[in-house]
């Protein structure tokens, strides 16, 4: 099965959790650092999930899962061990057309969280189709290496630039050139040293 590549913008979107334990506690942490609208239903829940909810950064309803809870929701994340449970959800998330992942249940997973590398701005997502995610962990180590944490400051300043350029009255195949020349590997050298990027000029 092909799976389609996509970054998601979540900021205020319904979202559901069920389950509050060890595996539910990152996939929620990982909605919340997205800015999403975050309720986990869960009879019990991990401290740092009570205290986000004492914090009312999530909606934390105490109690099992019930159909109704994926009204409205734009994606459920099922983080219980119970394979019935999670069936049944998915069967009822698909109904209403919401987004599903059971954790470590790849035939229950309209999605999967991949491995990835946050630079800042800069994310790298790495999937294995369910097939391995160990695979995918251990490339995610590789590319830490090779992209370093001066990558953030370095496409922040290329943001920067980007919008000056834009900003400026010329050719469009002429600022594209521009902007391909801030991107290369001497760029990057000179940025590091610098802390700034080359000047721009024409040809």
Not at 46 to 73: C, H, M, S, Y
Not at 90 to 118: H, I, K, M, S, W
């Amino acid at each position: 099965m092909s799976l389609f590549p996509m970054f998601l913008k979540l900021t205020n979107r319904p979202c559901l959790v069920v389950g509050a334990g060890r595996v539910g506690e990152p996939k929620i942490a990982s909605l919340l650092a997205a800015e999403a609208a975050v309720r986990v239903v869960a009879p019990e829940a991990t401290e740092a999930v009570r205290q986000w909810a004492r914090a009312g950064k999530i909606d934390w309803q105490p109690r099992r899962f019930e159909a109704a809870d994926l009204d409205g929701k734009f994606l459920v994340v099922v983080a219980t061990p119970w394979r019935e449970l999670n069936d049944s959800i998915y069967r009822e998330a698909q109904q209403r057309g919401v987004l599903c992942n059971a954790v470590d249940d790849p035939p229950r997973c309209d999605f999967y969280y991949p491995a990835v590398v946050n630079r800042g701005e800069l994310q790298i997502a790495i999937s294995t189709n369910g097939r391995s995610p160990a695979l995918a962990q251990r490339l995610r180590q590789e590319l830490e290496q090779q992209f370093g944490p001066e990558y953030e400051a370095w496409l922040e300043a290329l943001g920067q630039k980007r919008q000056g350029l834009f900003e400026l009255a010329i050719d469009v195949e002429e600022r594209r050139r521009l902007l391909h020349n801030l991107v290369t590997h001497e760029s990057l050298e000179e940025f590091v040293r610098g802390k700034s990027l080359p000047a721009t000029t024409k040809r």
